[in-house]
């Protein structure tokens, strides 16, 4: 008889089964009421389907819906496969290829056998799936060989699988799952017991697509058909909800109403500003100015282009360049004929980031230890290359402006200058009403320097947390392995806003390669060479992305001392149009950004556009109010209007519109 094997339960409870047990068997043993809940097993540590059999002594911890991350994971993973089941049977002759779960649902890319999938298709495409789930098919786990699986697809028709499975690696174990007896993927898993494991009413499907085998242009154009997926109609609902909510808020839509800003193709990924999207610009960069100046930085300005040999020797040339812009160091050729660019000219690179240039400005002039830390800022344009159809809005652009910093210090100095950076960004996106967690990103799997060196840095970003009091569960504090840029560890800020979604935004890196590689050098107490220790940090992140959340967390009703018009002076009559003009005069001799609306036009016609606009005050004056001197405020959003003295109006606009860091 063979030895039992030891099975370590999450309360410290053992117990003892033969070999080729299941977690299934042992949710039943403990309980039907939890056997019934088990969706899936961790066993080491691994995700595991419910019916592996166990093979060695194991620490077993059994996943139920309590356990969202996990369950949802696999809810949309399964979702995935229903759906390629399901199209399969309404179109027959499609073939499938890869279909992964998402952060809210799921995907799955398909070659139709007649026509491209349209969204007209879904709500049958949906109906076949809730038959599938309420079928509650068994989906069962089997190794294949490799041949055995290629051979398969072929026999099938299935091309794009069977030329996945000939480049799998070799001696990798290849599994299939089935869905009952008649369907099969080729998968990873792990998967639920069954698909009647899935709510029927806890997904939908969102959109068709076009999308490239394995995202290349060259390759066939596929159709990829989207969903949202949950554990239950209630979670669905209010995603839905919030999905109807981001459409309001969208800050592209919001852009264009408010005449912000505008992109368009001929300069792919950069913005157009516009008067007032860009005074929003202005205010954002005067308080980061007051804020930085405040905390000892001095402003720089650097190239746009750099030459290669820089962005070799920084590491960015081998590392980063699919994202960089180059530019041959050569006169175009101006002939009709020919190339424009010879292939004998010398690179040169917009630059993606500002750090190596930093470098060569610490570089100038012999540093001394009594110089640092010398602390380095910069609204720095910068330009990567990003692929046209990942851009987005302001959220994912070509051309951006950083609140980039880099502060140059001693090794005695991280934690104290770690520690400050915390309390300032701390203190910033509470000025702007922000809640946030902070997370540690630590060593990725590729990256310069050694493990004494990634072991320091990531303790020292730790520690200066812990001494800003900001490593608690109120912050969300959480580490994130293998998550850390490849020259060092960082600290992110992730933004939680109106709507409960997180925008990962500041960040502080500890650096002790790039210093090395530019040759970064500061004179030490001892009269030696020392390597100064460099932090990255923005706050911001970008003025683009910043201003795009902004945008949508205030669904476009920003703070007054962001709006970039803050009240306008609206006439009832054309009598009162020289009280409205005075008025205006003196609103702006307080610093209040105001303009006028004198048009002939109806007062709740007036009242309606400025509030599209998102103007935070509405006067509105008539005979009655030239002749009193006072005004009637409406406030963005509220209904009921209030009469007060043009000259305590004024009073409660310059509070309203004065930066939070310059309230007293």
């Known amino acids: 008889m063979s030895e039992l094997l030891k099975i370590t339960l999450p309360d410290g409870s053992l117990r003892e089964v033969a070999p080729g047990t299941t977690p299934a068997d042992i949710a039943a043993a403990i309980g039907p009421g939890l056997a019934k809940a088990a969706l899936a097993a961790k066993v080491d540590g691994e995700l595991v389907d419910l019916t592996r059999p166990l093979t060695t002594d194991s620490a077993l911890a059994l996943i139920t819906a309590k356990d969202e991350a996990e369950a949802l994971d696999l809810a949309r993973h399964d979702y995935a496969h229903v759906l390629a089941e399901a199209v399969q049977a309404l179109f027959p002759g499609t073939q499938i290829t890869f279909g992964p779960s998402t952060d809210d649902g799921f995907y799955y890319d398909f070659a139709p056998a007649e026509r491209p999938f349209t969204d007209e298709d879904l709500p049958a495409i949906e109906a076949e799936m809730r038959r599938i789930i309420a079928a509650n098919k068994p989906l069962r786990r089997e190794v294949w060989s490799r041949e055995q699986l290629i051979s398969r697809w072929k026999q099938q028709g299935e091309s794009f699988k069977a030329e996945w499975a000939a480049e799998l690696p070799e001696g990798e174990e290849l599994t299939v799952y089935w869905s009952g007896d008649d369907w099969l993927d080729m998968c990873r898993g792990p998967h639920l017991p069954s ?45 839905l909800t919030r999905l109807e909510e981001a459409a309001k808020r969208d800050h592209r839509k919001l852009g264009q109403e408010m005449d912000l800003f505008h992109l368009q193709q001929e300069a792919h990924g950069s ?62 050729n101006v002939d009709d004929e020919g190339p424009i660019v010879s292939n004998d000219a010398d690179w040169m690179a917009l630059k993606p980031m500002n750090c190596p240039a930093h470098v060569l400005i610490f570089r100038q002039g012999l540093k001394s230890y009594r110089d640092l830390p010398l602390r380095l800022y910069e609204n720095g344009c910068c330009h990567r290359n990003e692929p046209h159809g990942a851009l987005h809005g302001l959220m994912r652009v070509r051309q951006f402006t950083q609140d980039d910093a880099h502060i140059f210090c001693r090794e005695d100095q991280i934690v104290a200058e770690v520690q400050a950076f915390c309390e300032l960004a701390d203190r910033i996106y509470r000025d702007f009403g922000f809640t946030y967690a902070i997370k540690l990103a630590l060593r990725p799997e590729k990256r310069f320097g050694t493990e004494e060196m990634w072991d320091k840095a990531e303790s020292e970003l730790r520690d200066a947390v812990v001494r800003a009091g900001l490593a608690t569960a109120d912050y969300g504090w959480e580490e994130l392995p293998g998550e850390g840029a490849f020259y060092a560890p960082k600290l992110e800020w992730h933004l939680t806003d109106a709507i409960g979604r997180t925008w990962q935004v500041g960040t502080i890196q500890s650096d002790r390669v790039l210093p090395e590689r530019l040759d970064a ?89 400025h509030s599209l606009q998102k103007v935070p005050y509405l006067l509105v004056v008539g005979k009655r109010e030239a002749e009193e001197g006072t005004v009637a405020i409406r406030i963005l959003g509220e209904q009921h209007q209030k009469i007060m003295p043009l000259d305590e109006a004024i009073a409660l606009l310059k509070g309203e519109a004065t930066p939070p860091d310059l309230r007293h």
């Open 195 to 239: 698909t009647g494991k899935l709510d029927p009413q806890g997904f939908k499907l969102t959109r068709v697509s076009g999308a490239y085998w394995r995202g290349d242009q060259k390759n066939a154009m596929l159709s990829r058909i989207y969903g949202t997926g949950w554990l239950n109609k209630k979670q669905l609902d209010a995603h």
């Open 271 to 332: 913005v157009f500003w516009h008067p007032k999207g860009y005074l929003i610009w202005r205010e954002l960069e005067a308080y980061m100015r007051r804020a930085i100046d405040g905390a000892g930085y001095r402003e720089v300005k650097t190239p746009q282009v750099m030459d290669a040999r820089q962005w070799e020797q920084s590491g960015h040339w081998g590392k980063y360049r699919e994202n960089m812009f180059v530019i041959p160091d050569e006169v175009p």
């Open 521 to 609: 050098s500061y004179i030490g107490e001892d009269g030696e060479k020392h390597r100064p220790v460099m932090l990255h940090r923005a706050i911001f992140g970008s003025y683009e992305r910043f201003i795009g959340i902004l945008i949508e967390h205030f669904a476009g009703r920003l703070p007054v001392w962001l709006a970039p018009v803050q009240a306008v002076v609206a006439t009832i009559v054309s009598d009162a149009d020289d009280y409205a003009k005075d008025a205006l005069a003196r609103l702006r001799a307080a610093g209040i950004r105001a303009e006028t609306d004198l048009r002939n036009e109806k007062i709740n016609y007036k009242v309606r556009e």
